[in-house]
């Protein structure tokens, strides 16, 4: 589980909270991994410390096909093609297989500065579609994964019912993916029983495509969705906004919002394609746009309109999604280049006179990312879980910058990396750059990786 900190004090000489920069402030945690007021100065001193960035956005198994699917094929190579490869490869995982790519996973996103997960989960059965012996298999590889890791777990069972938004039945690599309303339920209230500190279990719709309107009234109206995130993709690929128009009568996000109550609650992954009425829609019901700037730069999907976004309120996270990269610095550096490259200007994340592009991407996707995982926003305060990050204060990067400078060169400068400890619910996961059990779960995901290679 991870160096117990118990009741240990360390001292933040810098502690990064999302209202700013405080000097010398002793964090105490409990023995829950709650910080709580420290009485004295710790023995322990880190330079800079940072609330650690939730990943709103995870497949995990697509982690163990990264870079397979960059060659060009036999067509003009989009979204769908690749999903054709992605399906091969989910057609190999079996329980076993997907708890050594996700503990291999979760552990190089707490390397890389998440604190936390949602697992977006959708291979629930056998590959022919049959129920494993114990039907909950493949999210209890999951939950073994994060906890090996040590990373917090919000997991999101997702109902897939349809193969398009014609209604076609699915095919036959995606039966797996397919409950139907009652086996859902089913599903989500034996994962719910098994909440705990460092695990929420929300509600994921795959997408319109596959899930159909009544269905989707039928599990939102049920009381095991009263409570906890809602997560879907929404709107990701042109194509699928044309065949919702064309079958729905709207837009993807235009017709959610005319069919449920979209809220604080929900978290709409790959808002991408948004017309200026839904961006404002969006923004101003308080849901989260989970946005996963290297995944959909990989896969061609096309540009969110952050600066409109944040202009009229909204709230965002990121996430790693098909994980081609796993690294919160990463998705906010594309989220920000993508604008630049686009608008031509500079800084467009920022959007006052003054204000820094990393403080403020920083802030947004901790704040959406908690809200999407079903947490309160991590602040590094009192009562607050201790979710943490420190920065490699001996790195050339971080020379002679002050706290003005300091998220932006985090965010910005050079390819190294900066995050050197992380702290996970008031244990150390990694200390000097190491997680305390990467050999382990890295020589365990090599021979899986290696077991799978025929997949493709
Ligand atoms: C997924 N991934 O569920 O893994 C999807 C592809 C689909 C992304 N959208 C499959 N990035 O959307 O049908
Ligand atoms: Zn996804």
Redesign the pocket.
């Known amino acids: 589980m991870g160096e117990a900190a118990g009741d240990q004090v360390f001292t933040a000489d810098q502690l990064w909270r999302p209202d700013g920069w405080q000097a010398d402030v002793a964090l105490a945690v409990d023995a829950a991994g709650v910080l709580r007021e420290a009485a004295g100065p710790g023995t322990r001193r880190a330079r800079w410390v940072l609330p650690g960035m939730p990943n709103l956005h995870s497949?995990a198994f697509?982690r163990a096909m990264a870079g397979l699917a960059e060659r060009r094929g036999t067509t003009d190579d989009n979204?769908w093609s690749?999903?054709e490869t992605?399906y091969a490869f989910a057609a190999a995982i079996e329980p076993e297989q997907l708890k050594a790519i996700a503990a291999q996973l979760y552990v190089e996103m707490l390397k890389a500065g998440y604190t936390r997960v949602c697992e977006?989960h959708?291979l629930h059965h056998r590959p022919d579609g049959s129920p494993h012996a114990q039907p909950e298999a493949m999210s209890l590889a999951l939950i073994e994964a994060a906890r090996e890791a040590g990373i917090g777990l919000t997991l999101l069972p997702?109902l897939y019912i349809s193969g398009g938004f014609d209604g076609r039945a699915l095919s036959a690599r995606q039966r797996r993916f397919g409950h139907d309303v009652d086996g859902y339920l089913r599903l989500l209230a034996s994962l719910r029983r098994l909440e705990a500190d460092d695990l929420r279990v929300g509600i994921a719709l795959?997408?319109l495509?596959?899930v159909p309107g009544p269905a989707m009234r039928e599990v939102l109206a049920d009381p095991l969705a009263a409570t906890g995130p809602i997560h879907i993709?929404i709107a990701?690929?042109i194509g699928e906004v044309q065949d919702c128009l064309a079958t729905r009568g709207a837009r993807p996000v235009e017709w959610l919002f005319d069919h449920a109550s979209v809220d604080a609650r929900w978290c709409l992954?790959?808002a991408t394609h948004l017309s200026e009425d839904e961006t404002v829609r969006l923004a101003r019901s308080g849901a989260v746009a989970g946005l996963?700037p290297v995944?959909?730069a990989n896969?061609g999907?096309g540009l969110f309109p952050l600066a409109a976004y944040q202009d009229a309120g909204g709230t965002l996270g990121i996430g790693s999604?098909?994980h081609i990269s796993v690294s919160p610095v990463e998705e906010l550096r594309w989220l920000e280049y993508g604008q630049r490259l686009v608008t031509r200007h500079r800084n467009v994340a920022a959007r006052h006179r003054g204000d820094s592009v990393g403080e403020t991407l920083w802030r947004a996707a901790l704040g959406g990312g908690a809200q999407a995982a079903g947490l309160p926003a991590g602040a590094l305060r009192p009562g607050d879980r201790a979710d943490l990050i420190v920065l490699d204060d001996s790195s050339p990067l971080l020379a002679a910058r002050d706290r003005r400078a300091l998220l932006d060169s985090f965010l910005f400068a050079g390819n190294t990396p900066l995050v050197r400890d992380v702290m996970v619910g008031g244990r150390w996961q990694v200390r000097d750059f190491h997680h305390r059990d990467e050999d382990r779960i890295a020589a365990r995901y090599r021979q899986t990786v290696a077991s799978l290679a025929g997949a493709l």
């Open positions: 497949h697509q979204f690749w999903r992605m977006f959708y997702v795959h997408s495509r596959a993709h990701e690929q992954v790959h996963c995944t959909e896969l999907d999604d098909s």
